[in-house]
Protein backbone atom coordinates (compact mmCIF):
# COMPACT_ATOMS: atom_id res chain seq x y z
CA UNK A 1 0.00 0.00 0.00
CA UNK A 2 0.97 3.58 -0.86
CA UNK A 3 3.67 4.87 2.04
CA UNK A 4 1.27 7.94 2.68
CA UNK A 5 -2.13 6.00 2.74
CA UNK A 6 -0.91 3.50 4.89
CA UNK A 7 0.14 6.13 7.54
CA UNK A 8 -2.60 8.63 6.66
CA UNK A 9 -5.64 6.16 6.89
CA UNK A 10 -6.20 5.22 10.53
CA UNK A 11 -6.07 9.24 11.62
CA UNK A 12 -8.30 9.83 8.89
CA UNK A 13 -10.98 6.86 9.83
CA UNK A 14 -10.74 7.76 13.81
CA UNK A 15 -11.29 11.74 12.94
CA UNK A 16 -13.57 10.98 9.95
CA UNK A 17 -16.08 9.05 11.57
CA UNK A 18 -15.88 10.81 15.12
CA UNK A 19 -18.76 13.57 13.80
CA UNK A 20 -22.21 12.40 14.99
CA UNK A 21 -23.42 12.32 10.91
CA UNK A 22 -21.52 13.31 7.59
CA UNK A 23 -21.58 16.54 6.16
CA UNK A 24 -23.27 17.12 2.47
CA UNK A 25 -20.85 17.65 -0.30
CA UNK A 26 -17.95 15.31 -1.09
CA UNK A 27 -14.70 17.37 -0.26
CA UNK A 28 -13.15 15.70 -2.94
CA UNK A 29 -12.68 16.61 -6.33
CA UNK A 30 -10.88 16.04 -10.28
CA UNK A 31 -10.76 12.23 -9.63
CA UNK A 32 -14.15 11.61 -11.26
CA UNK A 33 -16.50 8.84 -9.84
CA UNK A 34 -17.65 5.64 -11.38
CA UNK A 35 -20.27 3.39 -10.22
CA UNK A 36 -21.18 -0.38 -11.35
CA UNK A 37 -24.38 -1.55 -12.61
CA UNK A 38 -24.70 -3.75 -9.64
CA UNK A 39 -24.06 -1.28 -6.95
CA UNK A 40 -27.81 0.13 -8.08
CA UNK A 41 -31.35 -1.25 -8.19
CA UNK A 42 -32.62 -2.86 -11.38
CA UNK A 43 -33.46 -0.74 -13.83
CA UNK A 44 -35.35 -1.29 -16.75
CA UNK A 45 -35.73 2.11 -18.32
CA UNK A 46 -33.36 2.67 -21.66
CA UNK A 47 -30.43 4.41 -21.02
CA UNK A 48 -31.34 7.15 -23.85
CA UNK A 49 -34.68 8.34 -21.65
CA UNK A 50 -32.83 8.43 -18.57
CA UNK A 51 -31.45 11.98 -16.81
CA UNK A 52 -29.33 12.20 -14.03
CA UNK A 53 -29.78 15.36 -11.87
CA UNK A 54 -28.08 16.88 -8.46
CA UNK A 55 -30.47 18.95 -5.96
CA UNK A 56 -29.16 22.41 -4.56
CA UNK A 57 -30.63 22.13 -1.23
CA UNK A 58 -30.24 26.19 -0.62
CA UNK A 59 -31.87 27.31 -3.68
CA UNK A 60 -34.63 24.16 -3.76
CA UNK A 61 -33.66 23.96 -7.62
CA UNK A 62 -32.21 20.57 -9.80
CA UNK A 63 -29.78 20.66 -12.06
CA UNK A 64 -28.91 18.26 -14.89
CA UNK A 65 -25.46 16.59 -15.01
CA UNK A 66 -22.83 15.55 -17.68
CA UNK A 67 -22.83 11.72 -17.28
CA UNK A 68 -22.47 8.61 -18.94
CA UNK A 69 -22.69 4.60 -18.99
CA UNK A 70 -19.77 3.17 -20.40
CA UNK A 71 -20.78 -0.84 -21.95
CA UNK A 72 -18.67 -3.18 -20.71
CA UNK A 73 -18.10 -6.82 -21.67
CA UNK A 74 -15.88 -9.42 -19.43
CA UNK A 75 -13.69 -11.33 -22.24
CA UNK A 76 -11.05 -13.73 -19.88
CA UNK A 77 -11.43 -12.32 -17.04
CA UNK A 78 -10.61 -8.54 -18.65
CA UNK A 79 -13.06 -5.42 -18.64
CA UNK A 80 -13.56 -4.31 -22.24
CA UNK A 81 -15.02 -0.98 -23.19
CA UNK A 82 -17.24 0.39 -26.12
CA UNK A 83 -17.84 -3.36 -27.02
CA UNK A 84 -20.35 -3.01 -30.01
CA UNK A 85 -21.62 -6.30 -28.99
CA UNK A 86 -22.42 -5.57 -25.13
CA UNK A 87 -24.75 -2.35 -25.70
CA UNK A 88 -28.17 -3.10 -25.20
CA UNK A 89 -28.83 0.40 -23.84
CA UNK A 90 -29.60 -0.98 -20.32
CA UNK A 91 -27.47 -0.20 -17.63
CA UNK A 92 -26.00 -4.15 -16.94
CA UNK A 93 -24.26 -5.02 -13.93
CA UNK A 94 -20.81 -4.42 -15.51
CA UNK A 95 -21.38 -1.46 -16.97
CA UNK A 96 -19.81 1.72 -15.57
CA UNK A 97 -21.46 5.30 -14.64
CA UNK A 98 -19.48 7.81 -14.72
CA UNK A 99 -19.84 11.33 -13.12
CA UNK A 100 -17.57 14.38 -11.42
CA UNK A 101 -17.68 14.62 -7.52
CA UNK A 102 -18.27 18.30 -7.79
CA UNK A 103 -21.28 17.87 -9.81
CA UNK A 104 -22.88 15.82 -6.67
CA UNK A 105 -25.54 17.38 -4.96
CA UNK A 106 -27.37 17.65 -1.58
CA UNK A 107 -30.20 15.07 -0.54
CA UNK A 108 -33.31 15.66 -1.98
CA UNK A 109 -37.21 15.34 -0.46
CA UNK A 110 -39.37 12.82 -2.33
CA UNK A 111 -42.20 15.10 -3.22
CA UNK A 112 -39.35 17.10 -5.01
CA UNK A 113 -38.56 16.06 -8.58
CA UNK A 114 -37.39 18.12 -11.47
CA UNK A 115 -40.07 19.69 -13.99
CA UNK A 116 -40.49 16.85 -17.46
CA UNK A 117 -39.27 13.62 -15.44
CA UNK A 118 -41.69 10.74 -15.54
CA UNK A 119 -43.14 11.04 -11.96
CA UNK A 120 -45.34 7.86 -12.63
CA UNK A 121 -42.10 6.14 -12.68
CA UNK A 122 -39.34 5.84 -9.66
CA UNK A 123 -36.05 7.40 -9.29
CA UNK A 124 -33.18 6.28 -8.33
CA UNK A 125 -31.69 7.80 -5.10
CA UNK A 126 -27.59 7.15 -5.35
CA UNK A 127 -25.81 8.19 -2.20
CA UNK A 128 -21.80 8.48 -2.32
CA UNK A 129 -20.43 8.25 0.85
CA UNK A 130 -16.10 9.38 1.35
CA UNK A 131 -14.70 6.95 3.94
CA UNK A 132 -11.92 9.57 4.23
CA UNK A 133 -13.64 12.08 5.61
CA UNK A 134 -17.27 11.31 6.38
CA UNK A 135 -18.68 13.18 4.13
CA UNK A 136 -21.72 12.44 1.66
CA UNK A 137 -23.30 13.39 -1.33
CA UNK A 138 -26.61 12.53 -3.87
CA UNK A 139 -27.42 12.53 -7.19
CA UNK A 140 -30.93 10.92 -8.64
CA UNK A 141 -31.82 9.56 -11.97
CA UNK A 142 -35.01 9.99 -13.44
CA UNK A 143 -36.85 8.81 -16.24
CA UNK A 144 -38.60 11.21 -18.73
CA UNK A 145 -40.78 10.57 -21.37
CA UNK A 146 -41.71 12.75 -24.47
CA UNK A 147 -39.53 16.18 -25.49
CA UNK A 148 -36.42 15.34 -23.59
CA UNK A 149 -33.48 17.47 -25.25
CA UNK A 150 -33.56 20.75 -22.55
CA UNK A 151 -32.93 17.74 -19.69
CA UNK A 152 -29.24 17.14 -21.57
CA UNK A 153 -26.36 19.08 -20.79
CA UNK A 154 -22.78 19.53 -22.24
CA UNK A 155 -19.91 17.18 -22.05
CA UNK A 156 -17.23 18.13 -20.76
CA UNK A 157 -15.20 17.03 -23.48
CA UNK A 158 -14.23 18.47 -26.79
CA UNK A 159 -12.00 16.46 -29.30
CA UNK A 160 -10.69 17.83 -33.27
CA UNK A 161 -9.39 14.96 -35.35
CA UNK A 162 -5.93 15.82 -37.15
CA UNK A 163 -5.50 16.88 -40.57
CA UNK A 164 -5.17 14.17 -43.19
CA UNK A 165 -1.70 14.75 -43.50
CA UNK A 166 -1.34 13.83 -40.08
CA UNK A 167 -4.44 12.08 -38.89
CA UNK A 168 -2.77 10.95 -35.34
CA UNK A 169 -2.55 14.39 -34.20
CA UNK A 170 -5.82 14.61 -32.38
CA UNK A 171 -6.39 17.68 -29.98
CA UNK A 172 -8.48 17.45 -26.54
CA UNK A 173 -10.05 20.43 -24.64
CA UNK A 174 -11.64 20.34 -21.32
CA UNK A 175 -12.80 23.48 -19.47
CA UNK A 176 -9.01 22.73 -17.87
CA UNK A 177 -7.24 22.17 -20.00
CA UNK A 178 -6.00 21.17 -23.61
CA UNK A 179 -3.64 18.54 -24.82
CA UNK A 180 -2.13 17.94 -28.14
CA UNK A 181 -1.01 14.69 -29.67
CA UNK A 182 2.02 14.82 -32.45
CA UNK A 183 1.85 13.36 -36.14
CA UNK A 184 2.62 9.57 -34.21
CA UNK A 185 0.01 10.03 -31.28
CA UNK A 186 1.88 11.03 -28.65
CA UNK A 187 1.39 13.90 -26.31
CA UNK A 188 3.34 17.30 -26.97
CA UNK A 189 1.27 20.22 -26.36
CA UNK A 190 -0.44 20.72 -22.75
CA UNK A 191 -2.19 24.13 -21.66
CA UNK A 192 -3.65 24.70 -18.07
CA UNK A 193 -6.87 26.59 -17.45
CA UNK A 194 -4.49 29.34 -15.56
CA UNK A 195 -2.63 30.74 -18.44
CA UNK A 196 -4.64 28.56 -21.94
CA UNK A 197 -1.98 30.10 -24.00
CA UNK A 198 1.19 28.57 -22.17
CA UNK A 199 2.51 25.58 -23.58
CA UNK A 200 4.01 23.74 -21.24
CA UNK A 201 5.33 20.27 -22.23
CA UNK A 202 8.12 19.43 -24.65
CA UNK A 203 6.64 15.46 -24.71
CA UNK A 204 5.67 12.00 -23.53
CA UNK A 205 8.81 10.11 -23.31
CA UNK A 206 9.30 6.33 -23.57
CA UNK A 207 12.76 4.17 -24.34
CA UNK A 208 13.84 0.70 -25.05
CA UNK A 209 16.94 -0.16 -25.17
CA UNK A 210 19.70 -3.14 -24.47
CA UNK A 211 21.51 -5.41 -26.76
CA UNK A 212 20.57 -9.01 -27.72
CA UNK A 213 22.73 -11.56 -25.84
CA UNK A 214 22.98 -14.73 -27.91
CA UNK A 215 21.39 -13.11 -31.40
CA UNK A 216 24.67 -12.42 -33.73
CA UNK A 217 24.89 -9.51 -36.27
CA UNK A 218 22.58 -7.13 -34.22
CA UNK A 219 24.17 -4.65 -31.89
CA UNK A 220 22.75 -2.12 -29.47
CA UNK A 221 19.39 -0.37 -29.84
CA UNK A 222 17.68 2.55 -28.15
CA UNK A 223 14.15 3.10 -29.38
CA UNK A 224 12.05 6.08 -28.62
CA UNK A 225 8.48 7.55 -28.78
CA UNK A 226 10.13 8.66 -32.70
CA UNK A 227 10.46 5.47 -33.79
CA UNK A 228 6.92 4.53 -32.78
CA UNK A 229 4.62 4.74 -36.02
CA UNK A 230 0.87 5.35 -35.57
CA UNK A 231 -1.19 2.79 -37.39
CA UNK A 232 -4.82 3.39 -36.82
CA UNK A 233 -7.08 4.70 -34.16
CA UNK A 234 -10.35 5.05 -32.88
CA UNK A 235 -12.13 7.29 -30.73
CA UNK A 236 -15.37 7.79 -28.95
CA UNK A 237 -16.31 11.20 -27.44
CA UNK A 238 -18.75 11.21 -24.39
CA UNK A 239 -19.88 13.69 -21.68
CA UNK A 240 -17.43 12.76 -18.99
CA UNK A 241 -14.99 10.17 -20.36
CA UNK A 242 -13.88 9.96 -23.72
CA UNK A 243 -11.81 7.01 -25.38
CA UNK A 244 -9.00 6.39 -27.75
CA UNK A 245 -8.05 3.34 -28.90
CA UNK A 246 -4.46 3.22 -30.64
CA UNK A 247 -2.67 0.34 -32.66
CA UNK A 248 1.11 1.44 -32.99
CA UNK A 249 4.21 -0.16 -34.46
CA UNK A 250 7.67 -0.52 -33.12
CA UNK A 251 10.58 -2.27 -34.60
CA UNK A 252 11.49 -5.74 -33.11
CA UNK A 253 15.20 -5.45 -32.11
CA UNK A 254 15.39 -9.29 -32.70
CA UNK A 255 13.70 -9.63 -35.88
CA UNK A 256 12.70 -12.83 -34.50
CA UNK A 257 9.60 -14.05 -35.97
CA UNK A 258 8.41 -10.26 -37.05
CA UNK A 259 10.28 -7.23 -38.48
CA UNK A 260 7.70 -5.05 -36.31
CA UNK A 261 5.83 -5.49 -33.14
CA UNK A 262 2.56 -4.51 -32.80
CA UNK A 263 1.55 -2.49 -29.57
CA UNK A 264 -2.03 -1.83 -28.38
CA UNK A 265 -3.07 1.06 -26.10
CA UNK A 266 -5.94 2.68 -24.68
CA UNK A 267 -5.96 6.24 -23.67
CA UNK A 268 -9.12 7.90 -21.78
CA UNK A 269 -9.92 11.38 -21.54
CA UNK A 270 -12.18 12.91 -18.26
CA UNK A 271 -11.92 16.61 -17.09
CA UNK A 272 -9.09 17.15 -15.50
CA UNK A 273 -6.91 13.58 -16.69
CA UNK A 274 -6.03 11.66 -19.01
CA UNK A 275 -5.27 7.89 -18.49
CA UNK A 276 -2.72 5.58 -20.87
CA UNK A 277 -3.05 2.12 -20.44
CA UNK A 278 -0.78 -0.84 -21.91
CA UNK A 279 -2.54 -3.99 -21.74
CA UNK A 280 -1.31 -7.01 -20.55
CA UNK A 281 -0.39 -9.21 -23.25
CA UNK A 282 1.41 -6.25 -24.99
CA UNK A 283 4.99 -7.28 -23.81
CA UNK A 284 3.87 -10.60 -22.09
CA UNK A 285 6.54 -12.51 -23.35
CA UNK A 286 10.24 -13.42 -20.56
CA UNK A 287 11.73 -14.93 -23.59
CA UNK A 288 10.95 -12.26 -25.78
CA UNK A 289 12.44 -9.69 -23.51
CA UNK A 290 15.74 -11.50 -22.47
CA UNK A 291 16.15 -12.65 -25.76
CA UNK A 292 16.46 -8.82 -27.22
CA UNK A 293 18.67 -8.49 -23.75
CA UNK A 294 16.50 -5.40 -22.50
CA UNK A 295 17.98 -3.03 -19.98
CA UNK A 296 16.04 -0.18 -20.24
CA UNK A 297 12.50 0.71 -20.14
CA UNK A 298 11.31 4.52 -19.46
CA UNK A 299 8.05 6.21 -19.13
CA UNK A 300 8.31 9.95 -18.14
CA UNK A 301 6.49 13.20 -18.80
CA UNK A 302 9.32 16.03 -19.78
CA UNK A 303 8.12 19.97 -19.59
CA UNK A 304 9.66 22.77 -21.42
CA UNK A 305 10.95 26.21 -20.15
CA UNK A 306 7.98 27.25 -19.50
CA UNK A 307 7.93 25.72 -16.37
CA UNK A 308 11.33 27.42 -14.92
CA UNK A 309 10.52 28.16 -11.31
CA UNK A 310 8.01 25.61 -10.85
CA UNK A 311 8.18 23.27 -7.81
CA UNK A 312 8.81 19.37 -8.17
CA UNK A 313 7.76 17.00 -5.50
CA UNK A 314 7.40 12.66 -5.13
CA UNK A 315 7.09 9.84 -3.39
CA UNK A 316 10.90 10.02 -2.81
CA UNK A 317 10.49 14.21 -1.55
CA UNK A 318 7.67 15.57 -0.02
CA UNK A 319 8.76 17.13 2.68
CA UNK A 320 10.97 19.59 0.31
CA UNK A 321 10.62 20.92 -2.87
CA UNK A 322 13.01 20.76 -5.83
CA UNK A 323 13.16 24.11 -7.63
CA UNK A 324 12.71 23.23 -11.55
CA UNK A 325 15.67 25.29 -13.06
CA UNK A 326 17.03 23.30 -15.76
CA UNK A 327 19.96 22.40 -13.19
CA UNK A 328 20.55 19.07 -12.67
CA UNK A 329 20.00 17.92 -8.81
CA UNK A 330 20.84 15.42 -6.68
CA UNK A 331 17.50 13.48 -5.07
CA UNK A 332 16.70 10.55 -3.82
CA UNK A 333 15.16 8.33 -7.14
CA UNK A 334 14.39 4.99 -4.48
CA UNK A 335 10.94 2.83 -4.70
CA UNK A 336 9.47 1.04 -2.15
CA UNK A 337 6.31 -0.16 -3.27
CA UNK A 338 5.82 -3.09 -4.50
CA UNK A 339 4.42 -4.13 -7.58
CA UNK A 340 0.41 -2.71 -8.25
CA UNK A 341 1.08 0.02 -5.40
CA UNK A 342 1.15 3.87 -6.71
CA UNK A 343 4.36 6.26 -7.57
CA UNK A 344 3.27 9.51 -8.05
CA UNK A 345 5.12 12.67 -9.30
CA UNK A 346 4.23 16.35 -9.06
CA UNK A 347 5.25 19.53 -11.15
CA UNK A 348 3.55 22.81 -9.44
CA UNK A 349 4.05 26.16 -10.38
CA UNK A 350 1.65 29.72 -11.31
CA UNK A 351 0.35 27.65 -14.57
CA UNK A 352 -1.42 25.29 -12.08
CA UNK A 353 0.05 21.50 -10.96
CA UNK A 354 0.34 18.08 -13.07
CA UNK A 355 0.62 15.58 -10.99
CA UNK A 356 1.38 11.99 -12.41
CA UNK A 357 0.33 8.66 -10.96
CA UNK A 358 1.96 5.21 -11.98
CA UNK A 359 0.99 1.79 -11.36
CA UNK A 360 4.10 -0.29 -10.74
CA UNK A 361 4.51 -2.93 -13.07
CA UNK A 362 6.10 -6.04 -12.59
CA UNK A 363 9.65 -5.95 -13.97
CA UNK A 364 12.33 -8.39 -12.68
CA UNK A 365 14.81 -7.68 -10.84
CA UNK A 366 12.91 -5.70 -8.32
CA UNK A 367 15.89 -3.35 -7.86
CA UNK A 368 15.76 -2.01 -11.80
CA UNK A 369 12.56 0.24 -10.55
CA UNK A 370 13.24 3.80 -9.42
CA UNK A 371 12.46 7.13 -10.49
CA UNK A 372 13.44 9.05 -13.21
CA UNK A 373 13.95 12.59 -13.06
CA UNK A 374 15.85 14.84 -15.15
CA UNK A 375 16.50 18.79 -14.97
CA UNK A 376 18.81 20.06 -17.33
CA UNK A 377 19.11 22.50 -20.04
CA UNK A 378 22.59 21.55 -21.35
CA UNK A 379 20.64 18.68 -22.96
CA UNK A 380 21.08 14.60 -22.22
CA UNK A 381 19.07 12.75 -20.33
CA UNK A 382 19.63 10.55 -16.83
CA UNK A 383 19.66 7.61 -17.87
CA UNK A 384 22.55 6.97 -20.77
CA UNK A 385 20.29 7.16 -23.56
CA UNK A 386 19.90 9.99 -26.51
CA UNK A 387 17.41 12.62 -25.77
CA UNK A 388 14.59 13.91 -27.99
CA UNK A 389 12.14 16.56 -28.52
CA UNK A 390 13.49 19.96 -27.88
CA UNK A 391 16.84 17.92 -26.81
CA UNK A 392 16.52 19.61 -22.96
CA UNK A 393 15.12 18.36 -19.69
CA UNK A 394 12.98 20.80 -17.21
CA UNK A 395 11.49 18.96 -14.70
CA UNK A 396 11.67 15.24 -16.99
CA UNK A 397 9.84 12.67 -14.74
CA UNK A 398 8.03 9.18 -14.94
CA UNK A 399 9.32 5.65 -14.11
CA UNK A 400 12.43 4.23 -15.28
CA UNK A 401 13.56 0.09 -15.23
CA UNK A 402 17.32 -0.44 -15.46
CA UNK A 403 19.78 -3.17 -15.19
CA UNK A 404 22.22 -2.26 -12.59
CA UNK A 405 25.10 -5.08 -13.42
CA UNK A 406 26.61 -5.85 -16.76
CA UNK A 407 25.17 -8.86 -17.10
CA UNK A 408 21.50 -8.33 -15.98
CA UNK A 409 18.57 -8.05 -18.32
CA UNK A 410 14.85 -6.84 -17.66
CA UNK A 411 12.26 -9.35 -17.72
CA UNK A 412 8.90 -10.20 -16.57
CA UNK A 413 6.01 -12.62 -17.33
CA UNK A 414 3.45 -9.35 -17.94
CA UNK A 415 4.37 -6.05 -18.41
CA UNK A 416 1.71 -3.13 -18.11
CA UNK A 417 2.14 0.60 -18.19
CA UNK A 418 -1.05 2.19 -16.09
CA UNK A 419 -0.74 5.95 -15.26
CA UNK A 420 -2.83 8.57 -15.28
CA UNK A 421 -1.88 12.53 -14.98
CA UNK A 422 -3.85 15.36 -13.13
CA UNK A 423 -4.03 18.51 -14.88
CA UNK A 424 -5.43 20.73 -11.86
CA UNK A 425 -5.96 24.47 -12.13
CA UNK A 426 -4.15 24.80 -8.44
CA UNK A 427 -1.26 27.27 -8.64
CA UNK A 428 1.50 26.76 -6.44
CA UNK A 429 0.62 23.62 -4.56
CA UNK A 430 2.50 21.38 -2.05
CA UNK A 431 2.81 17.26 -1.51
CA UNK A 432 -0.49 17.60 0.34
CA UNK A 433 -2.48 17.90 -3.28
CA UNK A 434 -0.44 15.41 -4.72
CA UNK A 435 -1.49 13.01 -1.73
CA UNK A 436 -5.39 14.00 -1.81
CA UNK A 437 -5.42 12.28 -5.33
CA UNK A 438 -3.60 9.28 -4.68
CA UNK A 439 -5.76 8.54 -1.94
CA UNK A 440 -9.42 9.43 -3.87
CA UNK A 441 -7.76 7.34 -6.69
CA UNK A 442 -7.13 4.64 -3.86
CA UNK A 443 -10.53 4.99 -2.21
CA UNK A 444 -13.92 5.21 -3.93
CA UNK A 445 -16.65 6.29 -2.15
CA UNK A 446 -18.77 3.71 -0.88
CA UNK A 447 -22.18 3.29 -3.14
CA UNK A 448 -25.73 2.90 -1.82
CA UNK A 449 -29.24 3.51 -4.17
CA UNK A 450 -32.85 2.61 -3.45
CA UNK A 451 -35.70 3.15 -5.55
CA UNK A 452 -37.80 5.75 -4.26
CA UNK A 453 -41.44 6.95 -5.76
CA UNK A 454 -42.80 10.65 -5.50
CA UNK A 455 -44.89 11.67 -2.51
CA UNK A 456 -47.43 14.29 -2.06
CA UNK A 457 -46.09 17.89 -1.02
CA UNK A 458 -48.16 17.77 1.68
CA UNK A 459 -46.75 14.50 3.25
CA UNK A 460 -43.66 15.09 4.01
CA UNK A 461 -42.12 12.74 6.98
CA UNK A 462 -41.12 16.10 9.36
CA UNK A 463 -43.60 18.27 8.43
CA UNK A 464 -46.86 16.78 8.96
CA UNK A 465 -48.97 19.97 9.62
CA UNK A 466 -49.36 22.98 7.00
CA UNK A 467 -48.03 25.78 9.15
CA UNK A 468 -48.74 29.04 9.10
CA UNK A 469 -46.88 32.51 8.26
CA UNK A 470 -43.57 33.02 9.86
CA UNK A 471 -41.18 36.15 10.69
CA UNK A 472 -37.60 36.05 10.97
CA UNK A 473 -36.72 38.58 12.72
CA UNK A 474 -32.93 40.47 11.57
CA UNK A 475 -30.20 38.19 13.24
CA UNK A 476 -27.94 40.10 15.29
CA UNK A 477 -25.37 41.20 16.15
CA UNK A 478 -24.20 41.64 12.06
CA UNK A 479 -21.82 42.05 10.92
CA UNK A 480 -20.64 39.36 13.39
CA UNK A 481 -17.75 38.45 15.22
CA UNK A 482 -17.47 35.37 16.72
CA UNK A 483 -15.03 36.11 19.39
CA UNK A 484 -17.39 38.29 20.82
CA UNK A 485 -21.05 37.17 20.93
CA UNK A 486 -22.86 34.63 19.55
CA UNK A 487 -25.59 35.29 16.92
CA UNK A 488 -29.10 35.11 17.56
CA UNK A 489 -32.32 35.03 15.61
CA UNK A 490 -35.76 35.21 16.47
CA UNK A 491 -38.44 32.87 14.84
CA UNK A 492 -42.02 33.88 15.20
CA UNK A 493 -45.48 33.25 14.01
CA UNK A 494 -45.69 29.82 12.91
CA UNK A 495 -46.35 26.60 14.07
CA UNK A 496 -44.92 23.33 13.21
CA UNK A 497 -41.36 21.93 12.96
CA UNK A 498 -38.95 24.47 11.11
CA UNK A 499 -35.39 23.50 9.83
CA UNK A 500 -32.60 26.31 10.29
CA UNK A 501 -29.13 26.15 7.83
CA UNK A 502 -25.82 28.47 7.63
CA UNK A 503 -24.73 28.40 3.94
CA UNK A 504 -21.60 29.93 2.47
CA UNK A 505 -21.27 32.22 -0.75
CA UNK A 506 -21.12 29.20 -3.03
CA UNK A 507 -24.20 27.62 -1.26
CA UNK A 508 -22.10 24.56 0.76
CA UNK A 509 -23.86 24.23 3.88
CA UNK A 510 -21.97 24.69 6.80
CA UNK A 511 -23.74 24.50 9.93
CA UNK A 512 -26.95 23.11 10.49
CA UNK A 513 -29.55 23.66 13.42
CA UNK A 514 -31.22 20.68 15.33
CA UNK A 515 -35.01 20.29 13.78
CA UNK A 516 -37.25 21.85 16.15
CA UNK A 517 -40.47 22.48 17.23
CA UNK A 518 -42.00 26.13 16.42
CA UNK A 519 -44.71 27.02 18.60
CA UNK A 520 -45.40 30.85 18.64
CA UNK A 521 -41.76 31.61 18.77
CA UNK A 522 -38.31 30.55 19.12
CA UNK A 523 -34.69 32.33 19.04
CA UNK A 524 -31.91 30.60 17.14
CA UNK A 525 -28.14 31.21 18.41
CA UNK A 526 -24.75 30.19 16.17
CA UNK A 527 -21.61 30.67 17.62
CA UNK A 528 -19.64 30.69 14.28
CA UNK A 529 -18.32 26.77 13.45
CA UNK A 530 -19.18 24.60 11.12
CA UNK A 531 -20.07 21.35 11.49
CA UNK A 532 -16.85 19.88 13.20
CA UNK A 533 -16.74 22.92 15.53
CA UNK A 534 -14.06 24.74 13.69
CA UNK A 535 -14.17 28.55 13.42
CA UNK A 536 -15.52 29.43 10.02
CA UNK A 537 -13.68 32.01 7.48
CA UNK A 538 -14.61 35.58 7.78
CA UNK A 539 -17.00 36.57 4.84
CA UNK A 540 -20.66 36.62 3.31
CA UNK A 541 -22.57 33.55 4.58
CA UNK A 542 -26.25 33.31 4.34
CA UNK A 543 -28.99 31.93 6.93
CA UNK A 544 -31.98 29.88 5.64
CA UNK A 545 -35.05 28.98 8.03
CA UNK A 546 -37.54 26.88 6.51
CA UNK A 547 -41.11 25.82 8.00
CA UNK A 548 -43.16 23.61 5.90
CA UNK A 549 -42.91 24.83 1.66
CA UNK A 550 -42.23 28.48 3.14
CA UNK A 551 -38.45 30.11 3.89
CA UNK A 552 -36.56 33.13 4.88
CA UNK A 553 -33.05 34.26 4.10
CA UNK A 554 -30.89 36.63 5.68
CA UNK A 555 -27.54 37.49 4.63
CA UNK A 556 -24.52 37.58 7.47
CA UNK A 557 -21.35 39.14 7.24
CA UNK A 558 -19.34 36.95 9.68
CA UNK A 559 -16.03 39.53 10.61
CA UNK A 560 -12.41 38.66 10.49
CA UNK A 561 -11.30 38.08 14.24
CA UNK A 562 -9.96 40.56 16.12
Not at 392 to 419: C, H, K, M, P
Request: glycine letters at 6%; one cysteine or more.
Amino acid sequence: MHRFYMFYLPLIILFGTATEAPADSLSRAYVPVVILGKQLPPIDWPTDSMGLFAYAEFEQEWRALPWQVDDIAIENGVRKYNKTESQNNRIDAEDELVVMPQDLGDRAPTWHWPAATDTTQPRIEIALHDPLDNRKAWCYLFAFSGDSHHLKTDGYLVHSPGPSSRPAAHRWETPNYTLGLSANGWPEHLALSLEPERDILDRLKIRLAGEPTILYGIGPYSFDEDTLKWKKSAVVVKPVRAFQDQETLMANPTQFLSPQLNIDYKVHYFPYSFRLVVQEGQLESPQMLALAGVKTLRQSLDFNAEVAGARFYSDCNTDQAITVDGQPDSIDQTLDQTVGEPVWMMISGDFGSVVSIYSLPSVNPPESARLYYADRSDGGTSDGTTDSGDLVSYGDVGLLFQAQQANQVLFSDRITFDFVSYFVPEANQGAELAQKLVAWENTAPAVSADKQSKTAATSVAFEPTTPGNFTLDPAYPNPFDPGRSPLTAHISGGTGTFEAVIYDVLGRRIHRFARSRLDGATTLSWNGTDEFGQTVPSGVYWLRVSLGHRSGVQKILVLPPN
